[in-house]
């Protein structure tokens, strides 16, 4: 009997892993979960990095070896490696999708989300030193960051933008993309092996929300998912443009909105619920393995759990603005929050090989 992550990846939803580490590369515990569990991509994070490197000895004696290089390109070394291993893993894959998945993300220096030039250097660079196709270059979706993602795509450089929480700021995020797409092709190059996700983040939005509701309210838990919803129609009406049927006349491939931040942080929740209520075609789902595994488990499929409640969202949102509470205010506050969380990781990361090298 198939299970829930079949069934959605069938309907359309690519079941991507939001976790790598060299434990998971060595013990194949991520070949497990590609073979088994439908998964066909990876997120990876600042923050994922420094649990995987800061708490495991398998790094050890790379950051030896290194130890004369500065922390950041022992960092770069330790990360790139494991990136490009997982972008071999998943090679099969990536042939199997044609280029769609099998995709393995890495993030620049969370210290450039405010960094412009310095964001599209290290794009470039990353891009260059692991060298694989199914590589995903990944970009924030700050203000600085919107001209990254364009100049990063026009150059040939598959990107995943990441910490989206507004729909205001996704439509951006489309705009941004479709540049870099004419970009390239008013060069005269083509556009047919580029591909991007757009990670719009999802739990943190009901954590902020939820402390503002009255501990009765109907809206708990409920304005995240109206959020994404309501991306998704961004999506479509996209999907539907003019600019974007001149693209995709030109081989152009669509960005697929990707749910992150999928797994609940309030335990009363269905530890399901972003997974199974963000059911749509063309959609990517990036989950903590305690997700894949709740999914797995527990996870009721009833289909397309998206597109048939883009009325109901849009009226979810409305009571949300009756009762005086700003949205806009808070997904701009869970950027910047989003960004300085990352920072800290990276900089705990950074002590991290300091310690282990002796410096």
Known sequence: MANALSQISE????????????????????????QKDSVVGVTTNPSIFSAAIGKSELYKADIVKHKNKTVEEIITILTTDDVRKACDLFSQTFTNTKSRDGRISIEVDPRFARDTKSSVSQGIQLWKLIDRPNLLIKVPATTEGLPVISQLISEGISVNVTLIFSVTRYRQVLDAFATGLEKRLSAGNSISDIHSVASFFISRIDSEVDKQLPADSELKGSIAIANAIMAYDAFLNFEKSERWQTLVASGGNIQ?????????????????????????????????????????????????????????????????????????????????DGVSKFEIAWLDLMNSIKAASGK
């Open 11 to 34: 309907a359309g939803v690519a079941v991507w892993l939001d976790d790598l580490s060299r434990e998971r590369l060595k013990n194949h515990s991520l070949e497990k979960l590609i």
């Open 256 to 336: 697929r909105p990707l749910w992150a931040s999928t797994g609940v942080k309030d335990p009363a929740y269905d530890p399901t619920r972003y997974v199974m209520l963000l059911v749509a075609r063309d959609t990517v789902n990036t989950m903590p393995e305690a997700t894949l595994d709740a999914v797995r488990q527990s996870g009721i499929y009833t289909g397309d759990t998206i597109t048939p409640n883009i009325l109901s969202a849009k009226a979810t949102l409305g009571k949300l603005a009756l009762m005086g509470i700003d949205l806009e205010r808070i997904t701009n506050f869970l950027e910047s």
